[in-house]
DNA sequence: CACTCATTGTTGAAAGATCAACTATCATCG
DNA sequence: CGATGATAGTTGATCTTTCAACAATGAGTG
């Protein structure tokens, strides 16, 4: 029945593993907490406002915003769908392929991202980097990637690219330079 | 208005930012899934069934239990209802201190355990240290350690001592050894 | 002993996530 | 062109999590 003992976890992984979750159990309650707290924002509700403040015309199509934010497509529309009530995003159909819903930042949502931001990344300098080496960040780099890759095997999710980068001016992440074009 | 300039992240600390935040989102969803196919529980509810089980006399009290799972007490207090509704553990109250409750695993949830603990440790295994050297091994457990203690620095929770390793039998995780103990 | 405060845990309502339909559009192929 | 199937997205039911009360016990103090 079974194989040849299934192979357990040597103690030093086992530490390790034990440690990985809770920071995977922690880590985004103390995010949520902290976007609750100064913008009634979850977590997932900033990373949506973000990747779309990213995006060129601060426009994506709700399954590259999907992809983008590692979310169902279920997920992503109900949580597009209360943003939009609260007027920081609005959705329409493209006109080219009338399938598709593009989603784009609205002018209350953009202010709401750039006043939210720097307490945002504060938080995550407290709770990350702030306790980290430069190598450290190499490592930790690197092991994401691996196991991003055993997550997602097809390569569907851009977090695997390098190609994030380009999307942000070097040193200033979520805040686009065009702060006050219309 | 702004003091200098929030420190953003620089470009290394984005990438890796982005890397951990998909990871955060998507292991979680993972081991749920494999868990929930295969035994109809999920991963929060296999930890605490698993906590149990390498506990003295498989029982723990609520709060104890809850800090075991890094979760909150109503959390673990509405999951143990259901795992209880299941017959897979039993609360009573203590004799000694008769405000906490001390939870059992019953023999069906200890069954339960070992036969679910195969499958899961297998797909940890394929999802994160089948990718990983021996090395990154030590370095996520130093990075998680790091970050652990940002997020809990009062140092309530267990997974932040080593000691977490003296209630597991040395290369035998989620099974001590009295398997076959009625 | 009575009062007060801290600890332990449960509960119910509200918010959020998941899953399985379902609609609508497009693409392919006979 | 019509049929088939794939892609994109929404919706509603169900389950889970969270949060704010609440109850009950214990500990400390005058």
Redesign the interface.
Known sequence: M?AED???????????????????????V?LDQQLQRDASLSHYDY?VLAKLSEAPGRTLAMSQLAAA???SLPRLSHVAARLEDRGLLGRRRSPEDRRTTLATLTESGWRTVQATA?GH??Q?????????S?E?????????????????PDGR?E??C?A??EA?A????HTPEGAGSQ
């Open positions: 079974t299934p192979r357990w976890l040597s103690p030093g992984e086992l530490r390790a593993w034990t440690r990985l979750e809770a920071v995977a159990e922690l880590l985004p103390a990373l934010t590692n979310a720097p990344v504060a995550v300098r407290r709770l990350v980097f702030d306790r980290l430069a450290q960040v190499d490592q930790l780099d690197q092991i994401a990637l691996a196991v991003l890759t055993a997550l997602d999710l977090a695997r390098t994030t980068q942000v070097p040193g200033r992440p």
